[in-house]
């Protein structure tokens, strides 16, 4: 009798990392599996699947003369670089736990995640990270007992990381691999800390590949496809689609270890998929269209009249219509005389499937992808999901403004006040505690609240309006969604970050950040003479009187409530490494406030 085939429950209960890992070894043994920049940037090293198991294999036995064994935690504070993904998946191998760490944490952040996690082993890039980190080798409190420098010659007191592949596998070693259960963790992902100290969300191999089943159940892509790695692996969506997905798919990751080149790395991969927080396909978005504004008249025509026909395209497939054939003979002509070449100029003209989540992105930049052909899946989840939760999909749907329906791991209901409840077979474990327990937190019924609150249509697509605890709450009673205001200040291309603020406030204020590459394009496109400074430009009459018209002209898409009434305009851009946002780009709204606690208390003088 020929057996029935595997159900995705099946496959998630047996499989587990390890297992993906050798099976690729096996199966694609010539596949590339993992690029990075040569040390002289000249091009791709490159190693193939049966190269990762045996260098994996190798530094498993590196770690293993450590003391490190089965369900030990090591921390990882690298860039996106091979000794960082080659480790995760060697610790993997030998039943540990790695635990990576954001590069831009805070001395007294990796303190209390060392202490949290127990781990006795961290591995750190350089002399620099190593600084940080040595006091708590002496900590009482922290069980940390070594440190492994990875760059040579900048190991100090501490270990070099090139003599974990110099250690001998002792003979029978190879048994103590891969024996990891579907339901021991994978790993601990702390969460990036908008508010308060990072908890660290506790994921099995059965809850990632249950969500990695999910996802592929929603999206189409080729075999073995292509992925730019340059998020943080301290950031579930990273960790999902640079190292677990494609362990999953036998799919060929590019480590990008300086995010700002990202940009370059694409345009010379042309990967098949690219994901995105906001905040990237902003940046994008505002660099092709100073390009655009930079075409002669006619040809910039050409290329609005190009757009419009994608648009109408995309509307009909966001309907689930059929386009009629005349428009379909217009767009494939557009696509590829006016369209493709553009994309092709960033790389872009071999994408199949874009997408962005963690945090709502304006519908204006999304509208205006879709223009070039692009449609931005955007998708929502949290780290204890195991990111994703939902998300839309070219093959079963999608509406421009949501986040999609829910994926097939997961099912998704409203808490009476509208916040969003998760459960399913890629919910997270709980937070680890101290003392090693894990802590869950979802209810008797399996339910997970969020914190976000949204609604759900009749067609069962998922609205994002906001963080429960960022909601504004006006001094006469009325909720506003910040991040629905911000979204409609951004529109305009000089304004780059905006926060709103009014909490028990009769109205709303807003402080708004120049875009850095828009404003002097626009400045220059409008005689306003003030170069790159962007503090000028701040001050500048013109450039503050095209931002007031930006201001009213949100406010006429707001409702009263939503309407802001004042706003200082500032110069310096917020980034993770002034604290302003988190490693993944989400604005840390305490402390902008605390930042402009000042400017904030002005904007309601008499």
Known sequence: MTPAPS??????????LPLLVEHNARAHPDLPALSWRKPDGA??????????REHTGQLAAGYAALGVGRGDHVLLMMANRPEHWLSDLALVRLGAVPVSVYGTSAPEQIAHIARNCRAAVAVVEGAAQARVWAPLLDDGATPLARLVVVEPGEEGPHLPYAGLTREPVPEGFGKALDTA?????????????????PKGVVLTHRQVIANALALDAAVELPPHVEHICYLPFAHIAERMLGIYLPCHRASHVYLCADPTVVAEAVREVRPRQFFGVPRIWEKLAVAVRAGLAMLPEEQRHGVEKAMEVARE?????????TPPPALEEAYARMREEVLQPLLAAGGLDRVTWTASASAPMSLDVVRFWSGLGVVIMDAW?????????TTNSPRTGFRLGSVGRPVSSVEVRLAEDGEI?????????????????????????????????GRIDDDGYVWLTDRKKEMIVTSTGKNVSPALVENALKEHPLIGQALVHGDNRSYLVALLVLDPEAAPAWAAAHGV????????????????????????AANTRLNRTEQVKRYRLLAREWGPATGELTPSLK??????????ATELTELYAD
């Open 529 to 552: 003479d003030a170069g790159d400074d962007l503090t000028a430009l701040a001050a500048h009459p013109a450039v503050r009187a095209e931002v007031d018209r930006a201001v009213a």
């Open 587 to 596: 604005m840390r709204r305490r402390v902008i406030r605390d930042r402009h």
């Open 7 to 16: 159900t995705d429950g099946e496959r998630a209960a047996r499989s587990t």
């Open 43 to 52: 091009g791709w090293a490159t190693l193939d699947w049966a190269q990762v």
């Open 421 to 453: 409840e998760v459960r399913g077979a890629s919910v997270f474990s709980g937070y680890l505690q101290q003392d090693g327990s894990v802590r869950s937190v979802v209810d008797e019924d399996g339910w997970l609240a969020t914190g976000d609150v």
């Open 381 to 389: 989840g949290l780290t204890e999901t195991t990111g994703v939760a």
């Open 313 to 321: 395209h995309v509307g009909f497939r966001e309907r689930g219509e």
């Open 181 to 197: 259960g579907p339901d021991d963790p994978l790993t601990v992902v702390y969460t990036s800390g908008t508010t308060g100290e």
